[in-house]
């Protein structure tokens, strides 16, 4: 507890100098265990000496460490049971168990890597509780899987007191074959529909060489939509009512598709609305924006678009695609990571605002999202490794640095 203490000093004192240009990113190490203080000082290109808008949210976010000692985390998530602990997935394979009081308990939650091949882009990708956890004690993984390096997606059940999972208890529901080691997706969320949302890239390579964002017969490139708890035929989940259930077109489990690489999407819990950042190419890092009453089937441009950009086709017509709400180049970046709007109770001018970063910068931006398109604002810069962002039973937003090893809770300072 003092040593934390003493973390969030330093990065107060630190917040206090932010006007001092010379804290500049450094290189974040992989044996760092101990979270340092980061900077929360808004890149210099931003015009932070002007009055902004009212509507455009806060000028300045803050990383205040939490959990430290994590061996390449990739993902954090409650587990809406009402225990306030966070569960991270470990890339390798485990997933272990961050309490309230910010300490990382010793006994992984769930070990399962003697059946993952990780590293790059590859590893224990996602995590997801059923929302009917407390009772039921089932939830989901994402992993890539060691020999054939294919994607599965399975259940798991846990003890009672939610400490502990029998890597036995594995069901697998889906596995889908990956035919290059990158653009694996990985994300899994429950919508408030009660389904599981499966994020895929488009299988690898570059370019989408298999055609795969715009072929809706393909799993890859999609966002799939699945009811885990139902079975139909030789399905051990059933499909819901989903685009391409009736009248074909598709494949039964595709709810969106023409997404290159969705490097985490979540939904507003709130409005239900599903913001999913989908990685560039080479250019246009985007997020794109589902409202809560879609029947799904939204196309959202890849490989034929790259953000608001033709790609594949330097004339391309835009017309049936969707645009992403935001995007921004690789002057600031190179690699999205997805994040949440914020609807915690602790810090009500965030309200409303969606958090996301660039995993290659370790900067830190907002949407003020009811404005509809509307651009990125860098409201942080961190020498961290954002590999992924996630929110507690509260809606308090963390974030997971995949070279340090630290959790940290997004704040607004102060
Ligand atoms: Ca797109």
Request: one cysteine or more.
């Amino acid at each position: 507890m003092i040593r934390r203490l003493a973390a969030l000093a330093a990065v107060i004192v630190l917040a206090a100098c932010t006007n001092s240009p010379a804290a500049t990113p450094t290189a974040t190490t992989a044996s760092t265990t101990t979270p340092a203080a980061r900077t929360s000082q808004p890149p210099s290109s931003q015009p932070g000496s002007t009055n902004p808008p009212l509507d455009t949210g806060p000028d300045r976010l803050m990383l205040e460490p939490f959990a430290a000692g994590l061996e390449s985390p990739i993902g954090i998530t409650g587990a809406a049971d009402g225990s306030g602990r966070l569960y991270v997935n470990e890339q390798v394979g485990r997933v272990r168990i961050v309490d309230k009081d910010g300490s990382l308990r010793p006994q992984p939650f769930l070990n399962i890597s003697d059946r993952i091949v990780s590293g790059g882009e590859r590893g224990l990708l996602g995590l997801a509780f059923h929302p009917d956890f407390a009772r039921n004690h089932l939830f989901y993984v994402d992993y890539t899987a060691a020999g054939d390096g294919h994607t599965v997606v399975a259940q798991y059940r846990a003890a009672p007191d939610g400490l502990t999972a029998d890597a036995a208890s594995e069901r697998i529901l889906l596995t889908v074959d990956q035919p290059y080691a990158n653009h694996n997706g990985g994300q899994l969320a429950f919508g408030p529909d009660g389904y599981l949302y499966i994020g895929l890239g488009d299988g690898g390579s570059g370019g989408d060489p298999h055609g795969n964002g715009q072929n809706t017969n393909a799993l890859l490139g999609k966002i799939l939509r699945i009811d885990v708890d139902g079975n139909s035929g030789d399905r051990p989940y059933s499909i819901p009512d989903n685009p391409f259930l009736r009248g074909g077109g598709g494949a039964p489990e595709v709810w969106a598709y023409g997404l290159r690489n969705p490097w985490r999407f979540s939904f507003d819990r709130e409005t239900g609305d599903l913001y999913i950042a989908d990685v560039g190419q080479g250019s246009w890092e985007e997020i794109d924006r589902q409202p809560s009453d879609s029947k799904g089937g939204e196309n959202y441009g890849w490989n034929v678009m790259e953000g608001r950009h033709c790609y594949s086709d330097k004339n391309c017509d835009q017309r049936p695609y969707v645009m992403p709400i935001a995007e921004y180049g690789h002057d600031e970046g190179c690699s999205v990571t997805g994040g949440y709007v914020y609807r915690g109770t602790r810090q009500p001018d965030l309200v409303g605002v969606y958090v996301f970063a660039d995993y290659c910068s370790g900067t830190v931006f907002t949407l003020q999202v009811d404005e509809g398109t509307t651009s990125p604002k860098a409201v942080a810069q961190t020498d961290l490794t954002i590999s992924s962002f996630g929110q507690d039973d509260r809606g308090e937003i963390y974030a997971v640095d995949q070279a340090g090893g630290g959790v940290y809770h997004v704040t607004l300072g102060g």
